[in-house]
């Protein structure tokens, strides 16, 4: 099948060219097929999901990946979740893939006053190459609030996925992603928080082990007295490369804003590549912004005290990369689901 260059992930400001993580370039073949979602406790949705085309919106990933999962509008699923619509149990979204190259874009459209919580999960059917590529774009009302849960448990595919969000006066996005998958994975997020006292938060929990993880999250901050904070966790294993770029870009006019970003990565092999970027890009004086890293790999005392309690170090460091697995387990709010993740991590070794 032939194939074509993209260029992805791009940093909203170049850095030096010679680090060659302003972005990254992959060969991707046309996605000629698409996924069906299945929808799970969907009663409260008082219209039907459609295949309405919404205003494009700005991406991690960039322009290309949304145009690409965009091509297809029967590959196109709007959600509309209806005005001030208050639901204490999660709407599920769940896509299954096999072999083929998959594209999807998946729409939430909050209105005024709404307050859900949605899992999206994405699940093999078998260990296939290929690939799944997915949008999912937030337009997020005032006074909303969506609580976004994404699962990845692929197996081979290659994963590009893609998120962006429009917020409006005081809405909030609360973004957590576990990407415990047995594959590549090339994903991002962009939340604009065009409106007043708008929020967003995002938690990513990843594995990397003999693959390649590559991220690309920004908060542009507009409207005044907003708010972002970006949190990334992730273990690299066994060859692994991984890359995180996050931004908080603060506009001219964001008066009273603040954004905060800080990444905790464990290393437990020494043939692996890490790059981190943290940027903060400030227009406007009457903001404040940090940001920060852990990065670092278990200690030898630690190794040594464990090993004079009869842990060797390969289990040692399972242990360790176990204790990501459970802390990304917390957030996830649907027991079911907690299940399939350390189901799928048991039989696939992966951090166990």
């Known amino acids: 099948m032939e194939e074509k260059l993209y260029q992805i992930n791009s940093l909203p400001v170049k850095t ?173 997020a962009c939340a604009c928080l065009e409106g007043n006292n708008s929020s967003f938060s995002s938690d990513i929990h990843y594995v990397t082990d003999n693959s390649v993880t590559d991220m690309n999250y920004i908060s542009v901050h507009t409207g005044k007295n907003t708010e972002s904070n970006m949190k990334s966790m992730g273990v690299v294993r066994n060859n692994g490369k991984k890359t995180y770029r996050g931004t908080i870009d603060f506009v001219n006019g964001c008066t009273g804003s603040k954004g905060e970003e800080y990444e905790n990565v464990l290393l437990l092999d020494e043939n692996i590549v890490n790059h981190s970027i943290p940027l903060i890009l400030c227009g406007e004086e009457d903001v404040e912004g940090n940001h920060g890293a852990t990065i670092g790999n278990v200690d030898e005392a630690t190794l040594f005290y464990m090993a004079s309690r009869g842990i060797n170090v390969d289990n040692a460091k399972k242990l360790f990369a176990s204790a990501r697995l459970y802390s990304a387990l917390s957030s996830v709010p649907d027991e079911a689901i907690r299940k399939e993740i350390m189901d799928f991590c048991e039989e696939h070794k992966n951090v166990r």
């Not at 046309?30 to 008082?46: G, H």
């Not at 083929?100 to 919580?117: A, E, V, W």
Request: aromatic share 6%; with cysteine; hydrophobic share 35%.
């Open 16 to 188: 030096w060219n010679r680090l060659k993580i302003n972005s990254t370039n992959i060969n991707i073949p046309q996605c000629d097929t698409f996924a069906e979602p299945v929808f799970k406790n969907a009663d409260f949705l008082n219209e039907a999901v459609s295949n309405e085309v919404l205003p494009a919106l700005k991406s991690g990933m960039g322009d290309d990946i949304s145009r690409i999962n965009a091509a297809n509008p029967r590959a196109i699923h709007t959600v509309t979740i209806p005005e001030n619509t208050v639901s204490d149990t999660p709407l599920i979204i769940e896509y299954r893939y096999g072999e083929g190259y998959f594209s999807n874009t998946l729409n939430i459209r909050m209105m005024p006053g709404s307050n859900i919580t949605c899992i999206v999960i994405y699940k093999a059917l078998s260990h296939s190459d290929g690939i799944s590529s997915h949008n999912i774009n937030v337009y997020a009302g005032h006074n909303s609030t969506l609580r976004l849960h994404t699962v990845q448990l692929l197996d081979g595919q290659m994963c590009l996925h893609n998120i962006g969000a429009k917020l409006m006066d005081n809405a909030s996005l609360l973004l957590n992603q576990t990407e415990f998958g047995k594959c590549d994975l090339y994903t991002g």
